[in-house]
């Protein structure tokens, strides 16, 4: 075994753009921070929420721990279901809840009048999983059946997700414990509504998950508790590169253990997980971060569950080993006195000489993360050392340390030792799962379903030299060839490419600017610009899914447009197919609030030519295979225009284009 680690101690020494013309100003990662930019219930335009069906996924653990009724992740929920309330809108409240431990909330009607309590408001409850336009009426705020009851839930049924979203128009997903799970309340509902944002718990809790393994402080220490090494092996990869050290204290310690060659109980190796411990274990020792095991364990006789020893860590011997003694004719226990290492004994719990070490080490942390249970095995006697640790956490922040407790069991414990001592100031995730799936780097079906938002605000003064000039905002902008032309010829405008092709960046000119990042453009976004003229080209959707054809022209969009439009402001809508074009021009028409009317050459809504002057990346693909592109034209506030077949974009005094590829 190598110095040190019988000790708990593992531990070694370390081992230009391309310039022209144009000037590349800076570029954003999309991928990296896709995670954290979605819209929220906060930026959405209150003033859009009133008469609006809006549909909400409610955590019930948080609303039916009685306990926690004056936490504020609860108060978050409650808030998110009474700021719409309160902007007008109809709340449907969705949520699936387990009444094992309470049968008084087995029905809906239970659990709504409970909701009522909390809320202050009446809460109505709902036959089946979708209401009618007579049920709206009777009241403002509803909870639909119990969705635990329904197979499509599990199954995110895309049959039994419309049903959920019938007559809904905007989805608010407060729910953040589920955001690891495929469901239809929290994925597939969000296919059938205009706009899917986070609520107000979401959004907090979002933005601290974005932030727990981020070594905002040093010394940094992760304290691992649980099991299961092989599933969570990417995770601790993670928090090897971001910690200063990793510290075992559940099964994953006996992994640690095997690979050093310590002896452990077979029992508790994972067999297939060797490889990868052995891969930490050499990342650590590279990069300086040391491994902690336990000291000693609390060990149970496996023959007489209620007999409990002390053993050292490099001392728990296999629970194979059995050492007979045939001669002896004493009794069973001074058989047991004389020879202790006959029984098979199983660690469940640190010893004595783990908690104390734990506690010198952790003494002079800045930050400690501690994920999974602490204990190995549950016993009924772990009770005084959880308590103990609970006091190890509690002194540390008491220091100023920044603690993070993650998981249901330590997440239960901790939180009744805060209420109890109310000086307790560190932080908790109910939900490991979702922790470790955000540490492994996988995207959390949940997040991805809500709708983009800008990642950052920009200071748009040290972007342009004149902010002031008409801006030109290319959504999808391909090689960006397109913006590169019209730049050549609108000397004058500002230019904007979004979601640019990754193979291509290294030209760009003082006003153009390419952010690489997902971009959802609304009302909140264009109101940033000095909106003059705008052209937005949609990325091309993938025609092989139905739901997929569309997904760029949506009501928001619309609606966006419809309000930056100047009075004769022209919207263009491009497409090789013709169907497309339609869908699109009827969606303007839907929407626009009855400020726009289609126009166009042959008195159906059709030009012959794009009156940009320059072609799409799409445009000339198109063209080049020998196929017809249409235009079609929507004039704003009502008025028809008039002109020639060789109008151009300055004479149409154009506030908005778009051309869809």
């Not at 969606?587 to 799409?616: C, Q, T, Y």
Request: charged share 25%; glycine share 8%.
């Amino acid at each position: 075994m190598p110095d040190g680690a019988g000790a708990g101690l593992l531990s070694s020494a370390a081992p230009s753009p391309i310039c022209s013309e144009f000037v590349l100003i800076e570029i954003f990662d999309g991928d990296a921070s896709m995670l954290i930019h979605v819209q929220t219930l906060r930026n959405f335009p209150k003033e859009k929420l009133k008469g609006e069906v809006v549909a909400v996924r409610v955590d019930s653990t948080l609303m039916l721990d009685a306990s926690c009724t004056e936490d504020g992740f609860v108060n978050k929920a409650i808030y998110t279901i009474k700021y719409l309330y309160d902007a007008g809108a109809k709340v449907i409240l969705l949520s699936n809840w387990d009444h094992s431990s309470d049968p008084i909330f087995i029905s809906t009607g239970s659990f709504a009048e409970h909701l009522s309590s909390i809320l202050k408001l009446n809460v109505l409850p709902a036959n089946g999983w979708q209401l009618n336009v007579e049920e709206l009426s009777r009241a403002d705020i509803f909870l639909l059946e119990n969705l635990t009851r329904f197979k499509g839930e599990v199954a995110n049924s895309l049959d039994f997700s419309k049903k959920l979203s019938a007559g809904v128009g905007i989805f608010v997903n407060d729910s953040f414990s589920l955001a690891h799970k495929i469901l239809a309340s929290t994925v597939g509902i969000s296919r059938f509504c205009y706009s899917s944002v986070a609520g107000f718990h979401f959004e907090e809790e979002l933005h601290r998950l974005t932030s727990i393994a981020e070594a905002t402080k040093r010394p940094f220490i992760a304290i691992i508790g649980g099991g299961n090494f092989l599933e969570k092996g990417t995770a601790l990869h993670v928090l090897a590169l971001k910690c200063d050290g990793l510290m075992f204290v559940g099964k994953m310690a006996f992994q640690v253990m095997h690979a050093l060659g310590m002896t452990v109980p077979m029992n508790l190796v994972e067999y297939d997980a060797v490889g990868q411990v052995l891969e930490l274990i050499q990342l650590a020792t590279n990069r300086n971060v040391k491994i902690f095991l336990p000291d000693d364990f609390w060990c149970m006789d496996n023959k007489h569950p209620g007999m409990m020893d002390i053993f050292p860590s490099d001392r728990i011997l296999p629970d194979c080993i059995k050492v007979q003694f045939s001669g002896l004719q004493e009794e069973w226990e001074n058989i047991m006195w004389i020879c202790p290492y006959d029984r098979s004994w199983t660690p469940i719990d640190l010893g004595p000489v783990s908690l104390e070490n734990i506690s010198s080490r952790l003494s002079k942390c800045k930050k400690v993360l501690v994920v999974g249970p602490i204990n190995t095995r549950s016993s009924g006697h772990d009770v005084e050392r959880v308590f103990k640790m609970c006091r190890i956490l509690e002194r540390i922040s008491e220091t100023g340390c920044e603690v993070v407790v993650v998981g249901n069991a330590s997440y239960k414990t901790f939180f009744r030792r805060r209420k109890a001592d109310s000086f307790l100031l560190y932080k908790h995730f109910e939900n490991a799962s979702v922790v470790w799936e955000f540490l492994k780097g996988r995207k959390l079906p949940a997040i991805a379903a809500l709708d983009r938002a800008y990642s950052s605000q920009l200071d748009w003064n040290s972007i342009f030299s004149d902010p002031a000039q008409p801006l030109v905002v290319d959504v999808g902008s391909g090689n960006g060839l397109f913006l590169f032309g019209m730049a050549k010829r609108w000397q004058t405008s500002n230019f904007l490419g979004l979601e640019i092709n990754r193979k291509f960046f290294p030209f760009n000119k003082c006003y153009v600017y390419f952010p690489l990042h997902h971009f959802k453009l609304s009302w909140e976004t264009c109101t940033r610009f000095n909106t003059g003229i705008v052209d937005h080209q949609c990325p091309n959707p993938d025609f092989n899914k139905t739901d997929h054809r569309w997904k760029m022209v949506q009501r928001l969009l619309v609606e966006a447009i419809t309000e930056l439009l100047a009075v004769n402001g022209k919207v263009f809508l491009q497409s090789d197919i013709e169907e497309v074009a339609r869908r699109m021009k009827e969606e303007f028409m839907v929407h626009g609030k009855g400020k726009l009317a289609s126009d166009g050459d042959d008195g159906e809504g059709w030009i012959k030519e794009n009156p940009f002057g320059v072609r799409s990346d799409w445009e000339r693909h198109v063209l080049d295979r020998g196929d017809p592109i249409g235009v079609s034209l929507v004039v704003g506030d009502g008025k028809q225009l008039v002109g020639d077949d060789n109008r151009s974009v300055d004479q149409l005094s154009v506030i908005y284009a778009l051309i869809y590829r």
